[in-house]
């Protein structure tokens, strides 16, 4: 941990929908070009805590954050924060595939378009290398002008993440990102991860213990709204310190 | 508790290797006391119990594998899985060695021993003593039982030494013992192997409890 670089750091993180404390003194450092998951039972944070990090919980009235954030040495926490630009540079992918009814490339252009970029040349740029990066470039180059929703599941969802690699994200979210697909396209999305994790800095919510296991660097396990144990996975899965990591892990609660 | 079914496999898997190290324990001691005796049928016992240590090895590993293949275990448990993989050859090997000395039991039944043998047996005793206590340490995982009972592997040792110095000055003094001291001597021998098996099996559960590699030796 100590030779990483940090891009996100998160102090003393208080969340609260009204009375509910959802998220309890969060303290953690995600590194930088590293897979950090976040695990635990339904109802811990992991989830609340990643909608955090782009200020998705605005979004729900009664919210009421506290503490500090850090990325890239600003506290994002802070009510002036443009969350336009900060969504820009943190994207987010969701647990359902939700392409827009429109073109496989109307989805990806969608996004440079709303940050200003008309030029129609640097488009077909943008759309042919996010969707080369999120690895189906060659599964729809020859029909970019179909509707997306034509795709399959484990398509779309990797139509998402190029729609997120178009604004040129430095990190990007996922929340369950393979719930909802076929175990095949499971894997193509988790070797996409690792092959992003070179450019970007990801974090991944996932129920799926082993995916946790299998794709990540770091994994910090959530409990009652707590950080309870954050290390290297390696480290985290053979040994845990904590009793409660141990038993969530081993499959003796949750 | 959630996952009661894997659980339980996994507490019948320990209880399994129990059984195994229980078996082993017996056969060492059976066997080094069946050559004292020139007993032949104690002899055949440990050689029909020989096989079913074998039976149980191949059980106990095909069930590691399955659990590892299906229940994707973790921390202490896939150190337990890890440590009972290794635990399992160490017994077995001691299952053949048990079946080594019941073999030489069978092959000098009509010879009588160049002296009464005394630290051989000593060995067997401390050997099973052993075996017992690291399943001890292995059942409840208790990391402080193992470090102990490897240090017994000393005596083992400091036994062999003076056995087989023993054993060298008889031949030297009168070459007609040399058919039977060359016995006595690969006995004391494979008595000090089983000796490292147990240290071996220690360092597992030391493992198995902490994560930690460690050498007894």
């Known amino acids: ?254 | 508790m959630a996952r009661e079914q894997y659980h339980n496999q996994l507490r019948k898997l320990k209880e399994d290797t129990i059984r195994m190290g229980n078996l082993a324990k017996d056969n060492v001691l059976w066997a080094t006391i069946s050559l004292k005796n020139h007993d032949p049928e104690l002899a055949k016992r440990v050689i029909d119990a020989g096989s079913e240590i074998d039976e149980l090895y191949a059980q106990i590993e095909d069930t590691c594998f399955a659990l590892l293949a299906l229940q994707q275990p973790m921390a202490r448990d896939l150190r337990t899985i890890g440590a009972i993989l290794k635990i399992i050859i160490d017994l077995e090997r001691i299952g053949d060695i048990a079946l080594e000395i019941a073999r030489i039991t069978i092959a000098t039944l009509e010879e009588d021993h160049i002296k009464p043998l005394v630290d051989i047996p000593r060995m067997a005793e401390i050997c099973s003593g052993m075996i017992a206590s690291s399943m001890e340490a292995f059942k409840n995982a208790d990391e402080g039982l193992a470090r102990e009972t490897a240090k017994r592997d000393d005596e083992v040792d400091a036994l062999f030494d003076q056995v087989r110095r023993e054993l060298i000055t008889y031949m030297i003094e009168d070459p007609k013992t040399i058919k039977n001291a060359s016995h006595l001597t690969f006995v004391a021998r494979y008595l000090e192997r089983c000796g490292d098996h147990v240290t071996n099996i220690c360092e597992s559960v030391v493992y198995m409890v902490t994560g930690e590699r460690i050498d007894l030796n």
Request: charged share 30%.
């Open chain 1, 1 to 254: 941990m100590s030779r990483e670089i940090i891009e996100i750091s998160v102090r003393n993180l208080n969340l609260w929908y009204g009375e509910n404390h959802a998220l309890i003194n969060i303290g953690i450092d995600i590194p930088k070009n590293r897979i950090t998951a976040l695990i635990g039972p339904s109802g811990c944070g992991k989830t609340s805590f990643i909608r955090c990090l782009n200020r998705m919980n605005d979004l729900i009235p009664g919210t009421k954050m506290e503490g500090e954030i850090l990325v890239g040495g600003e506290d994002i926490t802070r009510r002036d924060v443009d969350v336009v630009s900060l969504r820009k540079k943190i994207g987010m992918v969701f647990q359902k595939p939700n392409p827009f009814p429109s073109s496989i490339f109307d989805n990806i252009a969608y996004g440079p378009r709303i940050h200003g970029e008309n030029n129609k040349e640097r488009l077909v740029r943008i759309v042919e290398d996010s969707l080369k990066r999120a690895a189906l470039w060659d599964e729809v180059k020859d029909r970019l002008n179909l509707s997306a929703l034509s795709l399959s599941g484990g398509q779309q969802q990797r139509l998402c993440i190029a729609r997120t690699l178009a604004v040129e994200p430095e990190i990007i979210l996922f929340d369950e990102p393979c719930s909802a697909l076929d175990p095949i396209s499971t894997s193509k999305i988790e070797d996409l991860m690792v092959e992003l994790r070179k450019r970007y800095t990801i974090v991944i919510v996932t129920h799926n213990m082993q995916q946790a296991a299998r794709v990540s660097d770091y994994t910090a396990f959530f409990l009652n709204g707590e950080l309870i144990e954050f290390d290297e996975t390696r480290k985290l899965f053979k040994t845990p310190r904590e009793k409660s990591t141990e038993d969530y892990i081993t499959g003796r609660f949750g």
